[in-house]
């Protein structure tokens, strides 16, 4: 089967495609789908694939805050602070959609290419075979979920309760989504959580209190700690310093720890993700590439964040 269409134009449609999707379903989890589908089109299509895995870094960071189910710290901060889904997404949903905004305007800036509106045609073999029984079912079961968030049912509980049912299958045996598993990031996470909790018990923070009063210092302070020993760690360090009835706080730890990722390559899981995917592969992003796009995407949102929070 020959599909023509235009790739190099599909950078909205990749970003907040990524976007919206990360905000239900986990930034991580996009990341780790999205990559190979995208590059396997820009290989076939003979592209440069840079711009679309940044596109994907940055709208899986950037969508994902609008949620408190979009990321791992998102969740955390639901449970530390008590807000309702509904009233995080009311607060960071348009810092999302502008961030997602400027992240395109950033790509055609930086990468003249992806503007082109040259159709492309790609040739798809027509054995594509999908289990419509389990497709059904992974529906019902994702609308459920989201339903139960929007009703204020306990996130970490809902997510379990739903990925034990979709393992229960006579289609795909367990074992083989198993094997599946990144055992080099869980050792990673497990080494930045015995950091975190090594940090906490000497205190080491204390000292910080008096920079996080203010909305600027917060987030500043919050972007830096999360580049240096990622998001969820960063937040896990901080929640001791902010009262529970602090809405605002909350809010800005969440953005400010959500879009820190674009700013490095560590700053996010995402991040690590997308490159470790891309290497499987033979595609390299490195650190630089994606510093030079990710530098004024940071700021820019961070910002809107400030401004729109404060």
Same mark, same amino acid.
């Given at each position: 089967?020959?599909?023509? &269409?235009?790739?190099?134009?599909?950078?909205?449609?990749?970003?907040?495609?990524?976007?919206?999707?990360?905000?239900?379903?986990?930034?991580?989890?996009?990341?780790?789908? &999205?990559?190979?589908?995208?590059?396997?089109?820009?290989?076939?299509?003979?592209?440069?694939?840079?711009?679309?895995?940044?596109?994907? /870094?940055?709208?899986?960071?950037?969508?994902? @805050?609008?949620?408190?189910?979009?990321?791992?710290?998102?969740?955390?901060?639901?449970?530390?602070?008590?807000?309702?889904?509904?009233?995080?997404? =009311?607060?960071?949903?348009?810092?999302?959609?502008?961030?997602?905004?400027?992240? @395109?305007?950033?790509?055609?800036?930086?990468?003249?290419?992806?503007?082109?509106?040259?159709?492309?045609?790609?040739?798809?073999?027509?054995? =594509?075979?999908?289990?419509?029984?389990?497709?059904?079912?992974?529906?019902?079961?994702?609308?459920?979920?989201?339903?139960?968030?929007?009703?204020?049912?306990?996130?970490?509980?809902?997510?379990?309760?739903?990925?034990?049912?979709?393992?229960?299958?006579?289609?795909?045996?367990?074992?083989?989504?198993?094997?599946?598993?990144?055992?080099?990031?869980?050792?990673? &996470?497990?080494?930045?959580?015995?950091?975190?909790?090594?940090? =906490?018990?000497?205190?080491?923070? =204390?000292? &910080?209190?008096?920079?996080?009063?203010?909305?600027?210092?917060?987030?500043?302070?919050?972007?830096?700690?999360?580049?240096?020993?990622?998001?969820?760690?960063?937040?896990?360090?901080?929640?001791?310093?902010?009262?529970?009835?602090?809405?605002?706080?909350?809010?800005?730890?969440?953005?400010?720890?959500?879009?820190?990722?674009?700013?490095?390559?560590?700053?996010?899981?995402?991040?690590?993700?997308?490159?470790? /995917?891309?290497?499987?592969?033979?595609?390299?992003?490195?650190?630089?590439?994606?510093?030079?796009?990710?530098?004024?995407?940071?700021?820019?949102?961070?910002?809107?964040?400030?401004?729109?929070?404060?």
């Amino acid at each position: 089967m020959v599909l023509t &269409f235009i790739f190099p134009g599909a950078r909205c449609e990749l970003t907040f495609g990524s976007g919206l999707l990360s905000a239900f379903f986990l930034n991580d989890t996009l990341a780790l789908v &999205f990559t190979p589908l995208t590059l396997s089109l820009a290989q076939a299509l003979s592209l440069n694939p840079i711009p679309y895995l940044l596109a994907i /870094a940055g709208a899986t960071n950037i969508g994902s @805050v609008a949620t408190l189910s979009g990321n791992p710290q998102n969740i955390l901060i639901g449970s530390f602070s008590g807000i309702g889904y509904i009233d995080f997404l =009311q607060a960071l949903a348009p810092v999302a959609i502008i961030g997602l905004f400027i992240q @395109v305007a950033l790509l055609c800036l930086l990468y003249p290419d992806v503007r082109s509106l040259q159709p492309c045609s790609i040739v798809l073999p027509n054995n =594509q075979r999908i289990f419509k029984p389990l497709f059904r079912k992974t529906l019902i079961i994702t609308t459920a979920l989201l339903i139960a968030f929007a009703l204020g049912f306990p996130l970490a509980e809902s997510a379990l309760v739903a990925a034990s049912l979709l393992l229960i299958t006579r289609r795909i045996k367990p074992q083989r989504v198993l094997k599946k598993v990144d055992w080099n990031l869980l050792v990673m &996470f497990s080494g930045l959580f015995i950091l975190t909790k090594a940090t =906490q018990k000497l205190n080491l923070l =204390q000292t &910080f209190t008096s920079t996080v009063n203010s909305a600027a210092s917060l987030l500043g302070f919050t972007v830096v700690l999360s580049n240096l020993i990622s998001n969820v760690p960063a937040v896990l360090l901080l929640q001791p310093l902010i009262p529970q009835g602090d809405t605002k706080s909350w809010l800005l730890l969440a953005a400010g720890s959500t879009l820190a990722g674009n700013l490095t390559l560590f700053g996010a899981v995402a991040n690590l993700i997308t490159v470790e /995917a891309a290497a499987e592969l033979g595609y390299k992003l490195t650190f630089w590439e994606h510093l030079r796009f990710g530098v004024p995407l940071t700021l820019l949102t961070v910002t809107i964040t400030y401004f729109l929070i404060h």
